[in-house]
């Protein structure tokens, strides 16, 4: 059975990411910095709840020693917590920075042990073309309209660490996925998105790869994103 780490999971993409990979026979352990509602979520998709705050040293820690003591192995880690600030500051920049992109060292690093005693380990970072240089850059694009720029630099720095990480841990497939513009909690306040069904099917699509999948790539669901 595939174990599977899932980071932001009580809700929205992580929630049905988790959903659909158990569906395709994954043990998955929803992460959630919240125990009462990650327990719940859990508990609603027949799936394990480990505690786990992305910013914080000690709950990585614990959130990956548990699932070794439980399992002795991660096989699918994916970095799906983070935050969407609006505002421009230098409180705001290091919450962003510290969720969606420190957060994915701290997380990676805990479970690499685990990872690599998996036969087929594999990392996804859900990060967004709105941190996508070619995107941004293009006024075809609705990235280059979005005034968000905390969230498009620190999805910029989430896809890079998975890109460096594919270079240095060569035995481990490293990719960032775009999922495309959801309806969830985070961007409500814009009013717009797509199911998360649809969203969390790209990516299941880049969690379930086999052996001669692709690696250190940012793709969408129409294939690889140019940088």
Do not use: C
């Not at 060569?170 to 495309?180: L, Q, W």
């Not at 961007?187 to 052996?211: C, H, K, N, Q, Y």
Request: without cysteine.
């Amino acid at each position: 059975m595939t174990v599977t780490l899932i980071t932001g999971a009580n809700k929205g993409i992580g929630y049905e990411t988790a959903r659909q990979l158990l569906q395709l026979g994954h043990q998955v352990y929803v992460g959630a910095r919240d125990a009462e509602r990650g327990r719940k979520a859990a508990a609603e998709l027949g799936a394990r709840f480990v505690q786990l705050d992305v910013t914080d040293d000690a709950s990585v820690s614990g959130a990956l020693a548990a699932i070794d003591a439980d399992e002795g192995r991660l096989d699918v880690l994916v970095h799906n917590a983070g935050v969407l600030e609006t505002a421009l500051d230098g409180p705001a920049a290091l919450r962003s920075f510290d969720t969606n992109a420190v957060g994915i060292v701290r997380v990676t690093e805990a479970a690499l042990p685990l990872l690599r005693r998996s036969a087929n380990p594999t990392v996804v970072t859900v990060s967004s073309s709105a941190g996508s240089f070619w995107a941004v850059t293009n006024p075809e694009r609705p990235e280059f309209h979005l005034p968000l720029a905390l969230y498009a630099a620190s999805k910029a720095a989430a896809t890079m660490l998975t890109v460096q990480y594919a270079k240095s841990q060569p035995g481990i497939r490293f990719n960032a996925v775009e999922p495309g513009a959801t309806a969830t909690d985070m961007t409500a306040a814009f009013g717009i998105g797509r199911p998360v069904e649809e969203s969390a099917r790209v990516v299941v699509r880049l969690a379930t790869l086999d052996g001669t999948g692709p690696t250190g790539t940012l793709q969408d669901e129409a294939g690889q994103l140019p940088w």
